[in-house]
């Protein structure tokens, strides 16, 4: 049997006993009796009933490193995909921040928060250890960081489910007038229940700081008179179930009457059942946990620590994927319309290399002709050459050492142009690129006569 008179003669200070042993100070015994008392514990059971003994061959073993692995994990996933959901809003054209938007802010907030608490529990309050390895100090540590998380779990998933309720409504807005009223009553159902869930818990003991200062209760002259916190948490989860059921299957019958592209209903389709099959098969599994042995709290808690941070954030996950998958469908198929054109330019560079070869080579016989004609005189024009006085004089006048290169060109053209007449009926080639864009003749190729 518990002495209480007894222990009330502790010595103020001191290094705090392990769960289960005799309290070294004055503290450890308010936080003993307060535990008692906001659990209805009587005071004649024995307190090594209520925290157990480590086991014969102990070898000590805990999953505080685990817990901050996942808790981190979990908070860089959250800040993560809000972010981007929020970028996507600023920076996206087209798009506006709508009032589901900004709910998701505070909730992400609150769901982020949540695993910093878990991990200042397993910092400052033993959680991950066995009850023997943790003292007195560390389960007060843990009670208070464990129900702060309690209120910031029900205001969190109320906010989340909040800014699901306003896509929806966005959506009835293509359907009809019946199912926006009928989103706004779910919105007043879920705001009624985030109200209650924070008195539930806040007003669980009278004074209410004695439902998370297992101190302060201690310190009472008069136990403060406390609810059983069971039945609120059944009463509460099931609400929380009954609606998150709700919100899975609102979304698929709407989009079923709502005219948009199949392959974007397919993907919303995806994301609403999934995500709320996860989150309804978490807190399932939370409400089962819930109803466990509590001798080794300290370890057994991480069990539905598992699944709450389960629910919170894919809910948070969940509320953002819409808005990203939009984002991400559009940026897909912007890299592959740029992919597409690209993959044309290249194509008509490559013909088009191939043309200018062929062109090349096909003027390289009119061009030599040209040439010719040039250093015999020719001036170009219609018929071929100029015979003019002027011209022969001004042939007769070349300076001697250019009489062999015209030794050896003169048998040439003589060749190809053979006689004047044959020369004056010869026509240029056209070479102009404007003549041959305007009447499609190929660069270097004779255009012919209208006879």
């Given at each position: 049997m518990n002495n209480f008179s007894i222990w009330e003669q502790l010595p103020a200070e001191g290094p705090s006993a392990f769960c289960g042993q005799t309290p070294n100070t004055q503290a450890d015994f308010y936080i003993i009796r307060g535990y008692f008392r906001t659990y209805m514990i009587p005071e004649t059971i024995d307190i090594s009933i209520v925290w157990h003994h480590a086991p014969p061959g102990y070898v000590y073993n805990d999953k505080r490193a685990g817990i901050i692995a996942g808790m981190t994990v979990v908070m860089l996933i959250m800040i993560g995909i809000t972010t981007a959901r929020l970028l996507a809003r600023i920076l996206g054209k087209n798009t506006v921040f709508g009032l589901d938007d900004y709910v998701i802010i505070p909730a992400a907030a609150l769901a982020i928060a949540y695993p910093v608490l878990q991990i200042l529990g397993v910092v400052k309050g033993g959680a991950g250890r066995h009850s023997w390895d943790n003292t007195y100090e560390d389960l007060y540590n843990f009670y208070y960081y464990l129900d702060t998380c309690t209120k910031l779990y029900y205001a969190d998933v109320a906010l989340v489910k909040i800014s699901i309720a306003l896509f929806v409504r966005r959506l009835a807005n293509h359907a009809s007038r019946g199912w926006r009223m009928a989103t706004d009553v779910f919105l007043v159902t879920v705001v009624g229940h985030l109200v209650a869930c924070l008195l539930a818990n806040i007003l669980l003991c009278d004074p209410p700081r004695a439902g998370w200062d297992l101190k302060f209760a201690g310190r009472l002259e008069t136990a403060a008179r406390c609810e059983w916190w069971t039945t609120r948490f059944k009463i509460l989860h099931s609400i929380h179930v009954a609606q998150s059921m709700m919100l899975l299957m609102t979304p698929v019958v709407i989009l079923w009457k709502v005219q948009m592209d199949t392959a974007k209903k397919i993907r919303l389709f995806v994301i609403w059942v999934v995500g709320a099959t996860s989150v309804l098969g978490g807190l399932i599994q939370l409400l089962l946990g819930a109803m466990g042995d509590d001798d080794d709290v300290f370890m057994a808690y991480t069990t539905i620590l598992q699944?709450?941070?389960l629910d919170l954030s894919m809910g948070v996950v969940v509320a953002s994927l819409p808005v990203l998958d939009t984002v991400l469908i559009g940026?897909?198929?912007?890299?592959?319309?740029?992919?597409a054109r690209l993959r044309g330019k290249f194509k008509d560079s490559s013909s088009n290399l191939e043309t200018g070869g062929?062109?090349?080579?096909?003027?390289?016989?009119?061009?030599?002709?040209?040439?010719?004609?040039?250093l015999l005189g020719g001036g170009g024009g219609r018929g071929g050459g100029d015979s003019s006085p002027t011209s022969r004089h001004r042939l007769s006048s070349i300076p001697d050492q250019f009489e062999p290169i015209e030794a050896v060109l003169l048998p040439i053209d003589a060749a190809r142009l053979g006689t004047d007449k044959e020369c004056a009926s010869y026509e240029m080639p056209n070479l102009s690129p404007r003549e041959t864009a305007d009447t499609g003749v190929e660069l270097g190729e004779t255009p012919n006569k209208e006879k």
């Open positions: 699944w709450t941070v940026g897909w198929r912007r890299a592959t319309s740029r992919i062929r062109g090349s080579s096909s003027s390289t016989p009119g061009g030599a002709g040209s040439q010719d004609r040039t």
